[in-house]
């Protein structure tokens, strides 16, 4: 395991010490904790034929009206991306400590993630999916869900077998709402829970960006800690955790669970 920096361990053990005092836990995770698998974050470059678009210009609804072949194309490439990624060890610190509390009905501790790929479930976690599934896919016209299989490898546009719509990927592009029902966990957990934790993200996609607020200003006043080796300036975090998540999270996690 890696050696930490003594400030790091300090803010490790602070974090532990505060977790140990709670019984419900709020995790919001974002594209920082794929990173590790070999998933780049949204706001890193993109690459290879990829280079010239920015993924908020890609993810988006108006831009697969405009040019949906653009945009499936897009969406094939990242599916091939992904397709071979394996968990890291921040994704199995968290599902160990998810049974872990699930199996000592200690006390709750929900995931709620920003991304779409599974492998919070590939580690054997439950995780509440805000914006969606990459391998799913649905009707643009009639929202049918489309479960045939899929060759990612093609990046050609698949028709609607009910409405002759186009097949897009079952994922929530910028200008769209989010799921209700999982929105409604995610606020409702994020409101009852007393540590509120970030990790690998930007914190500044709303309405997902917003928990952290709504943890904050609840009559539980959630402590915020924050994962990320490039902290956010986000003036409501008590315990920062400058590191990658594949370093940081196993040790915490190894803390908490050894009482
Ligand atoms: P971003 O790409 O905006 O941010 C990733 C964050 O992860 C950054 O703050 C990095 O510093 C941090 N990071 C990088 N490597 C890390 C590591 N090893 N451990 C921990 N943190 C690390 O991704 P999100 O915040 O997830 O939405 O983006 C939010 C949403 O915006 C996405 O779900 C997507 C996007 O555009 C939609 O597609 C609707």
Redesign the pocket.
């Known amino acids: 395991m890696t050696q930490l920096s003594p400030i790091l361990s300090t803010n490790i053990e602070k974090a532990v010490n505060c977790l140990r005092q709670s019984d419900t836990v709020c995790i919001l995770t974002?594209?920082?904790?794929s990173?590790?698998s070999g998933i780049p974050?949204?706001?890193?470059k993109q690459t290879g034929l990829w280079e010239n678009y920015r993924?908020?210009d890609l993810?988006n609804a108006g831009a697969f009206e405009r040019d949906p072949n653009l945009v499936w194309s897009w969406y094939q490439w990242r599916r091939n991306l992904v397709k071979d990624k394996q968990p890291n060890p921040?994704h199995h610190a968290l599902a160990r400590w998810q049974q872990a509390w699930q199996q000592q009905n200690k006390a709750e501790l929900t995931l709620i993630t920003?991304?779409?790929d599974d492998l919070h479930e590939q580690a054997g976690s439950i995780a509440t999916h805000l914006?969606g599934h990459l391998w799913k896919n649905r009707c643009s016209k009639c929202d049918a869900i489309y479960d045939m299989p899929i060759d990612y490898t093609d990046a050609q546009l698949i028709h609607c077998p009910h409405c002759q719509g186009f097949i897009r990927p079952d994922?929530?592009?910028?200008g769209e709402g989010l799921p209700v029902d999982e929105w409604l966990h995610a606020k409702l957990s994020a409101r009852t829970c007393q540590v509120f934790i970030t990790?690998?993200?930007?914190?500044?996609?709303y309405p997902?960006a917003g928990l952290v607020d709504l943890a904050k200003y609840s009559p539980y006043q959630a402590k915020i800690i924050e994962?990320?080796?490039?902290p956010?300036d986000n003036p409501m975090v008590d315990i920062q955790i400058q590191a990658?998540?594949?370093e940081a999270l196993p040790q915490l996690v190894n803390q908490l669970l050894s009482e």
Do not use: L, M, Y
Request: glycine share 10%; proline share 3%.
């Open positions: 974002g594209a920082g904790i990173a590790e974050t949204f706001r890193d993924a908020e993810a921040a920003q991304n779409v914006h994922i929530v592009w910028f990790i690998g993200t930007s914190s500044i996609v997902a994962i990320n080796p490039n956010t990658k998540a594949g």
